[in-house]
């Protein structure tokens, strides 16, 4: 078998960057390729190659990937669910063409291996909220939950059709230090802490006792990581598998932040966010994750918010 030759596509977003600089100590520099629409990001410089592709320009994909040789995509480029219910067209664009036409690339140019997030999102008002199943009522209700809902049936289509190895996890809300999000409902939980160091306060677009599922990125990492290094045989989801770590609210993750700054005080001041965060589970059953290729979180939110803080305090 030819030796593996990733190309991120959508490598400078919150989870590019992480998983890019991860996949390059795991492989080696020159058989991760990053690309994205944007300008390079930072962390990312001098740690490999790095070329300007748009995911929605499958001919610069296509080309890249006949090119350099590449065996595994994994794509990361997203609107997310504040972002896409603003731009609902363009976020439907994005998230579901680029795919497809990657699902395509995948069997025309035999690909090992594809990647791509699914979300939490994926779930609405009709699933059961706590603990909710790998197998549930889906009916999603923003256009962001659509996407990702409908990419997770192409995957499965793809897979099951012409063999192509997909693999998905729905992830919860990812907090991290080193790339920032944007766009997303969560992303309140990555504010919180920057604001935490700068001005002791911060005003939270959901409400108090909003619970919603979360990781550290670090987690995510990995996890992903294991998911797509697992044996084929222990895949028996062919839709994006529940991923989860903890659950809580903007009240909770307000008392971890005072543990460490005696002084931080949180307000309230919910806007459209605040619909989209109570149309989504409050806590996740991984069980599937953690039976078919033993997935196991590590950080808790006493863990992350010590780790947090004290990575935003030394990386200014
Ligand atoms: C968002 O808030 O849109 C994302 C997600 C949960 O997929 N972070």
Redesign the pocket.
């Known amino acids: 078998m030819k030796q593996e030759k990733i190309l991120i596509v959508g490598a400078c977003g919150?989870i590019g960057v992480e998983l890019t600089l991860a996949l390059r100590k795991q492989y080696s520099n020159n058989q991760v390729i990053a690309s994205d629409i944007r300008e390079e990001h930072e962390l990312l410089k001098g740690t490999g190659p790095y070329l300007t592709i748009n995911a929605t320009d499958i001919k610069a994909v296509a080309e890249t990937v006949q090119k350099e040789g590449i065996t595994q995509i994994y794509l990361l480029a997203a609107l997310?669910?504040?972002t896409?219910e603003k731009m609902p067209m363009k976020a439907w664009d994005i998230n579901m063409n680029s795919l497809l036409q990657i699902l395509e690339l995948g069997v025309e140019q035999k690909l090992h291996k594809i990647y791509w997030?699914s979300?939490?999102?994926v779930f609405g008002t009709t699933t059961p909220r706590q603990d909710t199943p790998q197998k549930t009522i889906v009916e999603p209700t923003?256009v962001?939950g659509i996407s990702?809902y409908s990419g997770e049936l192409w995957c499965q289509y793809y897979q099951k059709r012409w063999g192509l190895d997909v693999r998905s996890l729905r992830?919860?809300?990812?907090i991290s230090w080193k790339s920032a999000?944007g766009?997303?409902?969560?992303?309140y939980a990555v504010e919180i802490y920057h604001e935490a160091l700068k001005q002791q306060k911060y005003t939270s677009f959901l409400s108090e006792n909003t619970y919603?599922?979360m990781m550290y990125m670090d987690d995510a990492i990995r996890g992903t990581i294991e998911l797509m290094e697992a044996p084929i045989e222990q895949i028996k989801s062919r839709m994006a598998y529940n991923l989860s770590a903890m659950s809580f609210s903007p009240k909770e993750i307000a008392a971890a932040i005072q543990q460490h700054i005696p002084d931080f005080t949180i307000s309230y001041a919910p806007d459209f966010?605040q619909q989209?965060a109570d149309s989504?589970p409050q806590s996740i059953d991984d069980s599937a994750a953690r039976n078919d290729w033993n997935w196991k979180h590590e950080f808790d939110l006493q863990k992350m918010t010590a780790t947090m803080l004290e990575n935003l305090s030394t990386h200014k």
């Open positions: 919150q997310l669910s504040a896409g997030p979300s939490i999102a923003t962001y990702k992830y919860p809300g990812l999000p766009g997303g409902t969560t992303d919603l599922p966010r989209i989504w």
